[in-house]
Nanobody, 122 residues
Framework: QVQLVESGGGLVQAGGSLRLSCAAS????????MGWFRQAPGKEREFVSAISWSGGSTYYADSVKGRFTISRDNAKNTVYLQMNSLKPEDTAVYYC???????????????WGQGTQVTVSS
């Protein structure tokens, strides 16, 4: 099993920045990719960004390209999501996820964190 704990959410004004962190523990050797997803009230969970654990390949949703940056620190088993130029439509619960298989932009990940709230005020 892999446990994921997110941190770094909060309330920020439009145009501001936040950095989310996701610390992985347990059988981290089984992780091949990690991703960030978000879910706004009344909406389905959607892909935000993903990174391969070893090769550093990254993917982004069109809605966050140029504003969000995903990175990883393998020594700390931690993935980060730097979010800049935040907009009110970025408001959601952000979830970290880990995957044993190939990196993917869908929700078919094996392990999920409990989520952290990000609220962007206008």
């Amino acid at each position: 099993q892999v446990q994921l704990v997110e941190s770094g959410g909060g309330l920020v004004q439009a145009g501001g920045s936040l950095r989310l962190s996701c610390a992985a523990s347990g059988r981290t050797y089984s992780i091949n990719a990690m991703g960030w997803f978000r879910q706004a009230p009344g909406k389905e969970r959607e892909f935000v960004s993903a990174i391969s654990w070893s090769g550093g390949s990254t993917y982004y949703a069109d809605s966050v390209k140029g504003r969000f940056t995903i990175s990883r620190d393998n020594a700390k088993n931690t993935v980060y999501l730097q979010m800049n130029s935040l907009k009110p439509e970025d408001t959601a619960v952000y979830y970290c996820a880990a995957k044993r298989g190939p990196i993917a932009v869908n929700v078919e990940y094996d392990y999920w964190g409990q989520g952290t709230q990000v609220t962007v005020s206008s």
